[in-house]
């Protein structure tokens, strides 16, 4: 750890060095004076900070104002907007706009931004997916009328996460230099080093009572020595941290819905993609296996033994959201229950090498993992433990995303997700992206989970295509979840974890989605010291 804080040590004299601006230890913090934070919380952006592109899609995108927010109970509010109204179709969705907006740079805002952005967005090839938007336009300058193609109820998330750019000031260096109306406006941003906002004096919302925040982009361990070195307010610590006591830091944390989980290959071997990759496994293709599999894990051993207790175990994708279905969880760690439905399915240990087999097919598969996620390895490691009793040989293997994308069709892999958007259920799950990205590399379909699916996304509003997302877990007969085909074995909720400086209040936290960084700055407005 010396080490490390040597070098860390360095990195700072480099920043200053380089940047010319320097990033101050913090005083006493009794003072609640302090206008000033430093944190190291991670989340840089590779390709900058331009919603038009991704940026904010996993958090508040800080610069840039949205149309809609969510509250800490992931409840709709206004932001930009005053309202908004869906046609009875449910094709059209007309936006009313407040009229104090201001860009950082003075200019104002007004729908024309709106729909440039929209429109940019749509056009930029990003992970954004505004294929639906047949066209957006601005009746005049405080109203946007988006026309879908078809009904879309996560049409909300879209107007929840998609930041107001200028459309004046969109240039071709605007992610390095963003301009926005949110509550922070950009002031120096030094790649793979740190990241300068200010307050916004021309901020509409409510002021944060933070003038300055300085962003360090630094590794988990150099993050961590930050803390005990006292030269940040809050760090992002990984739970192999967590039990060490760090003076005048207070260990803080978010429930998530960032889980991890094993993805099955869907369907049997046999196949290839495109690029010659081999699609399907005959073992996980056996829906005894992947039942078995999910009913013989010990969820919250792994939530002890590998997150040192912060996190909670994870049945579906979407745990806890107002889309989850209750009904999907099941009695896990049941070694006896797995046992009987293997055999059940004909699958018997014959030969006595304490392997499984049906026919001429043993139980044995590999389960890959990124191999430089140390959380991934050790829940990897610890679930093929857990399989052994069970008569199934399980070879955790890290490897390479570029190694993962040539072998995750054919082979289980402990993937990541977790989002604040019903939409990536759909993604996961739907036939429509078999094979697509890293969305469903297993092949799973099924057709009535399917129809519920799209009956969700067809609906005019997101509360009634709740219970639409329900009966795509569980409808009592079938579904996506475990008690229907189990495509996936969902092991783990993160809990995000924080060293906080003492006295300062970070306000109620939503519940986080997938990945560390932005997402804990999403309610800015309510940080201060406590008094």
């Known amino acids: 750890m010396k080490h490390r804080l040597v070098i860390f040590l360095i990195l700072i004299v480099t920043m ?41 899609r996993y958090g508040s995108p800080l610069f840039q104002s949205t149309l809609l927010k969510r509250d800490s109970n992931l409840n709709i ?41 929209y429109q940019t967005a749509a056009s930029s090839g990003s992970a954004i997916d505004l294929s639906n938007v047949k066209h957006a336009e601005a009746p005049d300058e405080t109203t946007v009328k988006f026309t879908l193609k078809e009904p879309q109820s996560t049409f909300t998330q879209m107007l929840v996460a998609t930041g107001i750019v200028p459309k004046h000031a969109h240039g071709k260096d605007y992610a390095n230099k963003p301009i926005g109306s949110g509550p922070y406006k950009w002031v120096q941003w030094d790649k793979g080093q740190q990241l300068i906002v200010e307050l916004n004096q021309d901020y509409y919302g409510k002021k944060p009572f933070f003038e300055k925040i300085t962003f360090l982009f630094l590794g988990e361990d150099a993050a961590f020595a930050a803390a005990k070195a006292g030269t940040v307010d809050m760090a992002a610590i990984p739970a192999a941290f967590s039990k060490q006591t760090v003076n005048g830091m207070e260990l803080q944390t978010a429930a998530t819905v960032d889980n991890r989980g094993i993805m099955f290959p869907y369907v049997k071997s046999g196949e290839k993609t495109k690029d010659g990759y081999p699609i399907g496994n005959d073992v996980t293709a056996d829906v005894a296996i992947r039942k078995a599999i999910n009913l013989a894990l010990d969820r919250k051993a792994l939530v002890q033994g590998v997150l040192e207790g912060h996190g909670t175990p994870a049945y579906t994708l979407n745990d806890g959201l107002p889309w989850f279905n209750p009904e999907a969880v099941f009695a896990d760690a049941d070694m006896n229950a797995a046992k009987k439905m293997l055999a059940d399915n004909g699958w018997k240990d014959t030969d006595n090498d304490g392997i ?33 009793p069970l008569g199934i040989q399980v070879k955790a293997e890290g490897k390479s995303w570029d190694e993962l994308e040539k072998q995750m069709h054919a082979n289980p892999v402990l993937f990541g997700w977790g989002s604040q958007d019903p939409l990536e259920m759909y993604n996961v799950y739907s036939s429509k992206y078999g094979g697509v990205d890293y969305y469903n590399p297993g092949y799973y379909s099924n057709s009535k989970v399917e129809g519920y699916m799209s009956q969700a996304l067809k609906a005019t509003n997101e509360k009634e295509a709740w219970g639409f997302w329900k009966k795509a877990q569980w409808d009592g007969e079938t579904g996506l979840s475990t008690l229907g085909d189990a495509p996936w074995a969902w092991l783990i909720n993160l809990d995000h974890l924080y060293l906080v400086r003492t006295g300062l209040d970070i306000g109620k936290q939503k519940i986080h989605p997938h990945g560390h960084g932005w997402p804990v700055t999403d309610n800015i407005e309510e940080w201060q010291w406590k008094s």
């Open 16 to 56: 200053i060095w380089i940047s010319g601006c320097s990033v101050e230890k913090p005083k006493p913090l009794a003072e609640a004076s302090k206008k000033e934070l430093v944190l190291a919380i991670g989340g840089e952006p590779e390709a900058g900070f331009d919603p038009t592109t991704g940026w904010g």
């Open 77 to 117: 509010t206004n932001d930009l907007a005053t309202g908004y109204e869906v046609s009875p179709d449910g094709l059209i969705w007309t936006v009313k706009l407040r009229k104090d907006i201001k860009f950082s740079d003075g200019q104002p805002l007004t729908s024309a931004d709106v729909v440039y952005t």
């Open 356 to 388: 499984v087999e049906k026919g001429t097919l043993k139980a044995v598969i590999n389960l890959l993992y990124p191999a430089s996620d140390v959380t991934r390895q050790s829940l990897a490691i610890a679930s093929a433990d857990m399989l052994k």
